[in-house]
Nanobody, 121 residues
Framework: QVQLVESGGGLVQPGGSLRLSCAAS????????MGWYRQAPAKERELVAV???????NYADFVKGRFTISRDNGKNTVYLQMNSLKPEDTAVYYC???????????????WGKGTLVSVSS
């Protein structure tokens, strides 16, 4: 069983910062790509940022220069540092992790339950 637990969401004023965390736990062999997605009310879920197992990163254009994704492999955790937050960043943020449960098994996608980020004055 694999579990992803997100934390760090909350209410912040425009221009403020938050740091999201997503920790993977359970029984698995290897973690590959880790990423963050978000879904605003009445909108589709969209990619925010991803980081590979060799620390290659990719960001959506709307967060470049403001958000930074990182990972701590020793803690099986991915982080999203969000600076200069805007009201349009308000959404539920989900982590997604590609994990292989066993040696030689294919990687599968696992999702966290989401954490709400609200940006408002």
């Amino acid at each position: 069983q694999v579990q992803l637990v997100e934390s760090g969401g909350g209410l912040v004023q425009p221009g403020g910062s938050l740091r999201l965390s997503c920790a993977a736990s359970g029984s698995f062999f290897r973690i590959y790509t880790m990423g963050w997605y978000r879904q605003a009310p009445a909108k589709e879920r969209e990619l925010v940022a991803v980081i590979s197992d060799v620390d290659t990163t990719n960001y959506a254009d709307f967060v470049k220069g403001r958000f930074t994704i990182s990972r701590d492999n020793g803690k099986n955790t991915v982080y999203l540092q969000m600076n200069s937050l805007k009201p349009e960043d308000t959404a539920v943020y989900y982590c997604k992790v590609i994990i292989s449960r066993y040696y030689n098994s294919d990687g599968m996608a696992y999702w966290g339950k989401g954490t709400l980020v609200s940006v408002s004055s």
